[in-house]
């Protein structure tokens, strides 16, 4: 039986990653969190309420096993956090920043609250240039917001666009700046996480190439209908 169409397969080419500039020891997440409780209250705290409201080192590596985290400062953008990771994936690939055709960023933090998303300042902060001499270059960018699920749920986007052969190349990256998004007073949640991108190039590939696992077992299989 023949087939009208040929779908390729996928691989991850090149990997980056950024981090924000600044180490973060719980000893300075007590510190914040302490800080904050107490402006929030306007007082010290009486026991009862210190006793349910003050975190210390001791306490958020017993109920987390975070020691330490990155913090991006003030200056430092989702967007430059996602571009700097984009750019070292993109070395890795052996690619050029031209020969991307899309960019899906996975983020709850983006640099305005509505408008313009995280992908089209990145595509700007990677030097893409949309025109070379005569020849328009285009590139696809969106951001994707699901919570935990943001880069799950932009990889398999970035991998629909090349396994359809829609696309040969590609970039998924996840980036967000959670210490400008977290209660600074929670104890609960405001030790866990911390501000650092990571990219991933996705490239095409003959289908019989197609494995991001060993053995030959892809990541996400395609069936063609």
């Known amino acids: 039986m023949s087939t009208l169409f040929s779908f390729p397969g996928v691989r991850v080419s090149g990997i980056g990653y950024e981090l924000g ?33 003050l975190t ?17 400062r003030p200056e430092t953008a989702t967007s430059d956090l996602a571009a700097k990771a984009v750019l070292k994936a993109i070395e890795m690939s052996g690619r050029s920043v031209q020969d991307c055709e899309f960019i899906l960023v996975a983020t709850v933090t983006p640099d305005y609250l509505y408008s313009p998303s995280v992908a089209p300042l990145v595509q700007r902060k990677i030097g893409f240039k949309p025109r070379t001499g005569s020849k328009l270059n285009k590139m696809r960018g969106c951001d994707v917001s699901l919570a935990c699920t943001s880069f799950m749920e ?17 970039v998924v990256v996840g980036a967000d700046k959670m210490s400008t998004a977290v209660n600074p007073a929670d104890r609960t949640f405001f030790p866990l996480l911390g501000d650092a991108a990571a990219a991933m190039t996705l490239e095409a590939v ?8 060993p053995g030959g077992q892809s990541f996400f299989p395609f069936h063609p209908l």
């Open 21 to 53: 500039e600044d180490l973060i020891t719980n000893e300075a997440v007590s510190e914040i969190v302490n800080s904050n409780v107490r402006k929030a209250l306007g007082r010290e705290p009486t026991a009862d309420e210190a006793e349910k409201y």
């Open 154 to 170: 932009a990889l398999s986007i970035g991998h629909s666009h090349i396994a359809s052969g829609k696309h040969k190349f590609g």
């Open 206 to 213: 003959p289908a019989e190439e197609n494995a991001f696992l």
């Open 56 to 72: 210390n080192p001791e306490w958020i590596t017993e109920r987390t096993g975070i020691e330490e985290r990155y913090f991006a």
